[in-house]
């Protein structure tokens, strides 16, 4: 499966955005998805995840703030990110696995995007 995000860009501290991850590939029904970001400096982190079952789970700093979903008539995994802080802004991947524990785990996933940068003002 291949991956390529989109959607990333500039807001203001309190507002919204949206990045997209548009997937391609077969089977992706049965394909789970996370999001991870990486800031300046640190290290990749999770942010969300949503499983073939549309199951979904959140990084605790995100937690009533992001939303992950999918279309998998569209080929799209999206995040819906409100209430923005500065301390998000980051770089933002997709990554796409077959398994189906430890979605929040970097290690499980086997595809990548290249990334989309989300920078938050205050």
């Known amino acids: 499966v291949q991956l390529q995000a989109c959607g990333g860009g500039l807001v203001q501290a309190g507002g919204s955005l949206r990045v997209s991850c548009a997937v391609s590939?077969?089977?992706?029904?049965?394909?789970?998805f996370g999001w991870f970001r990486q800031a300046p400096g640190k290290e990749r982190d999770f942010v969300a995840a949503?499983?073939?079952?549309?199951?979904?789970d959140y990084a605790d700093s995100v937690k009533g703030r992001f939303a992950i979903s999918r279309d998998n008539a569209k080929n799209t995994v999206s995040l819906e990110m409100n209430s923005l802080k500065d301390e998000d802004t980051a770089v933002y991947y997709c990554?796409?696995?077959?398994?189906?524990?430890?979605?929040?785990?970097?290690?499980?996933?086997?595809?990548w995007g290249q990334g989309t940068l989300v920078t938050v003002s205050s």
């Open positions: 990554a796409a696995t077959r398994r189906v524990t430890s979605l929040n785990t970097e290690r499980v996933y086997d595809s």
């Open positions: 590939g077969r089977a992706l029904s049965t394909y789970n």
């Open positions: 949503i499983a073939w079952n549309s199951n979904t």
